[in-house]
């Protein structure tokens, strides 16, 4: 129903920026249709919420651990969907995932296995 794609990965120094996008498309629904988790996995570790998005992008949800740092928003004019990553800290180094999920308010957005699609991850590496 819907590809995504996942850029705006690479390396930055503690106390930087990135901006990853999550660019989709989608073959039946629109973009529009769909709420938007991210998710982060470090090597040895398991898949854990970052960040989610409404249809419209009116509420946002945000993990304890980056809450003032990150912000999520879209655009769904362009299908597709940010997050602004500041004051970035080692912690934060994994790779990020984008997710969709049609039934999103129906679902827990904080869990992997409610998201119906994928994308393929970009690496953040945040050194010291």
């Known amino acids: 129903q819907v590809q995504l794609v996942e850029s705006g990965g690479g390396l930055v120094q503690a106390g930087g920026s990135l901006r990853l996008s999550c660019a989709a498309s989608a073959s039946g629904r629109s973009f529009s249709s769909y709420g938007m988790g991210w998710f982060r996995q470090a090597p040895g570790k398991e898949r854990e919420f970052v960040s989610a998005?409404?249809?419209?992008?009116?509420?946002?949800y945000y993990a304890d651990s980056v809450k003032g740092r990150f912000t999520t928003s879209r655009d769904n004019a362009k299908n597709t969907v940010y997050l602004q990553m500041n004051s970035l800290k080692p912690e934060d180094t994994a790779v990020y995932y984008c997710?969709?999920?049609?039934?999103?308010?129906?679902?827990?957005?904080?869990?992997?296995?409610?998201?119906?699609?994928w994308g393929q991850g970009t690496q953040v590496t945040v050194s010291s």
């Open positions: 997710a969709a999920d049609r039934l999103f308010g129906f679902r827990n957005v904080y869990t992997p296995n409610s998201y119906e699609y």
């Open positions: 998005i409404s249809r419209g992008g009116g509420t946002t």
